[in-house]
């Protein structure tokens, strides 16, 4: 690893309970730009995608990085433990940590379309967080007079199980920008298929597109595009919260977060191994329980026995699963839908080395812990809604469920928690996708034919 000089910029203000950094991406431009630089050497990502650089430093691109403020707070002790958390969400128009890498991928696109002229399409598979903020970033880019309408454009696909997750945009609200900028609904019953058909079309189309239309196509689901983003949650923390030995708890699909910030830390400090600070605890759900499964029992199909109850299901063998659910394989949230993640083998292999662990939470444990965990979180400014019914991204209160249960358990006994708060929302804080601008399909032709005429829109 190497390592670099620090620029000099001011501290971000440090409060007793609470530290606050508007626009990270901003404060930390130039840590960033170098962060890309290296990130270009070991790059392996089939197909097109931009150079590792961003468009030049100006007034534009300090309005675009905007929304990419960083807050961490103390939520207080339990047996001996402090936690504290991470806020990531408060672009108010995704309430998720995917704005930050949403708003580094779009201003790559914005770097090349600036250098070359080509026109960028972006192409990216989501459960609803990632199409959420990337069309978001896509419109930032507009608003700002980054890109127009005709020199970049996104197509999203999702599953319909978490349809009902995607806000509305007014990406969606003409009928040109509509055409060139589409959401498409897969109605497979497995909504991992959404990553094999994105990555498909885009593996028979990308040469037709360009010949065709002079546009450039880009599958952006690629773990590097996230990670180089999520570093600088590392360097947030470098400067805003005390050294001391830290494990970071996330609510994870894949744990792209967290590679983030262990490749953050690996920049900063220099080190292939960061001597401090750089523990890590997976919390997932029943539906998909395969990086803990991995980590404990290196299979990702294992599942605890269990037994039914008073119209429950429990049980007491492994502590790393609910003791209650309603349901073995329950889905509390759809937008955890990676099954068999490829950053299984080295999440487990960084957090044997560095510390951690991991947990998977239930339903029923979620809503039992909900009010005490609502209480907690209200005098940081994270709301949650009264009615638990009316959450729709269940992110945080996974992530403190699991921590929670998990200090009680004896699981997780490190000296301080940091607890990533990467998404968190409810029916009052978004309109859902209109009808109209949702486009179904059932096939690979379908979504080809949909990506084409966005392409000449």
């Known amino acids: ?67 990419s403020t960083m807050s961490a707070h103390r939520l207080g002790q339990r047996a001996g433990t402090d936690i504290s958390l991470l806020n990531l969400m408060h672009n108010p128009r995704t309430r998720t940590t995917k704005t930050f890498a949403s708003l580094v991928i779009v201003a790559r696109a914005v770097a090349h379309i ?32 980054l890109a127009s309408p005709e020199e970049l454009r996104i197509v999203a696909v999702v599953p319909a199980a978490s349809v009902a997750k995607v806000w509305d945009s007014p990406l969606a609200h003409e009928e040109d920008l ?9 109605r497979a019953t497995a909504p991992g298929q959404v990553k094999q058909l994105a990555r498909a079309v885009v593996d028979e189309e990308a040469d037709t597109l360009l010949a065709a239309h002079g546009v450039r196509l880009w599958h952006t689901l690629d773990l590097g595009n996230y990670m180089v983003a999520d570093a600088v949650r590392a360097l947030f923390e470098r400067d805003a919260l005390p050294t001391r030995p830290r494990v970071h708890a996330h609510s994870v699909s894949s744990a792209y977060g967290l590679l983030g ?6 920049w900063h400090t220099g080190q292939e191994w960061p001597a401090e600070g750089a523990g890590y605890f997976l919390v997932q759900h029943l539906g998909t329980p395969d990086m803990v499964a991995s980590l404990y029992h290196d299979r990702f199909d294992y599942r605890p026995r269990w037994t039914a109850r008073d119209g429950l299901v429990v049980q007491d063998e492994d502590p790393h699963f609910p003791s209650t659910a309603y349901a073995p394989d329950e889905q509390l949230d759809p937008t955890f839908y990676t099954r068999t993640p490829v950053t299984s083998p080295r999440m487990n292999e960084i957090i044997r080395r560095q510390g951690g662990g991991g947990i998977v939470v239930s339903l029923a444990e979620c809503l039992q812990r909900y009010a005490a965990i609502r209480e907690m979180l209200a005098p940081h400014g994270v709301h949650l809604p009264v009615d638990l019914r009316d959450l729709r991204e269940w992110s945080l209160v996974m992530a403190l469920t699991g921590v929670l249960n998990a200090i009680d358990r004896g699981l997780l006994t490190a000296p301080d928690v940091l607890v990533h708060a990467s998404g968190s929302y409810s029916a009052a804080d978004f309109l859902p996708a209109r009808p109209h601008g949702l486009q179904p399909i059932d096939s690979f032709d379908d979504l080809r034919a949909l990506v084409r005429t966005a392409a000449a829109a």
């Open 1 to 67: 690893m190497t390592t670099t000089t620090r620029p000099a910029e001011a501290p971000a203000p440090t409060l007793a309970h609470e530290t606050v950094c508007p626009a990270v991406l901003t404060r930390y431009d130039a840590e960033l730009r170098q962060i890309l630089a290296a990130a270009a050497a070991g790059s392996t990502a089939p197909g097109f995608a931009p150079r590792w650089e961003l468009p030049e430093p100006g007034p534009a691109l300090v309005d675009f990085f905007a929304p």
């Open 114 to 145: 600036r250098r070359t002229g080509e026109p960028i399409m972006i192409i990216t598979p989501s459960s609803a967080n990632k199409a959420t903020a990337l069309r978001d970033a896509v419109l930032r880019a507009h608003e700002t007079g």
């Open 178 to 186: 509509r055409r060139a900028n589409p959401v498409a609904v897969l």
């Open 261 to 266: 910030h262990f490749h953050g830390q690996q």
